[in-house]
């Protein structure tokens, strides 16, 4: 593990910015019980990129892992008020609203990430089951 989390920072220490080895760190320090840095890690990557949404649905994934989807809802609504139509995060939301047991709003989320991006068979079926 420890030569994984090496790999990971000289990753970044070459592309500081790279959302894969920053999500990927991410899942690993999750693995092993590191939580909290996990999270800080994200948290420090978005305020890198305020514009960048990506760090606020990796936030979200955490927190729903976590239970605490009131959070999750409110990280994903930080990445839709960065970029609205961002498919990723709408699949995020409307994956959340299903399990929350709102499928008419997750419907609309996922037919809006269908149509910023229909190249998303899972979406798609997620979207025929809900209709």
């Known amino acids: ?10 990753c970044l220490a070459r592309i500081p910015i790279l959302a894969e080895c920053l999500r990927a760190l991410a899942v690993l320090l999750v693995e ?3 939580d ?5 890690g994200l948290e420090a990557w978005a305020r890198s990129q305020p514009g960048n949404p990506a760090p606020h649905v990796e936030l979200a994934r955490l927190a729903q892992e976590h239970g605490d989807l009131g959070e999750a809802e409110n990280q994903l609504i930080d990445a839709l008020s960065i970029a609205p139509g961002d498919p990723r995060t709408l699949v995020a939301l409307g994956s959340l609203r299903e399990q929350a047991g709102d499928p008419g709003q997750a419907l609309q989320n996922y037919s809006r990430a269908l149509a910023a991006d229909p190249a998303q068979p899972v979406v798609a079926a997620r979207v025929a089951a809900l209709q």
Request: no cysteine; hydrophobic share 60%; glycine share 0%.
């Open 36 to 40: 909290t840095e996990a999270v800080a």
């Open 1 to 10: 593990a420890a030569t994984a989390d090496l790999f990971y920072l000289l």
């Open 32 to 34: 092993q019980m590191r």
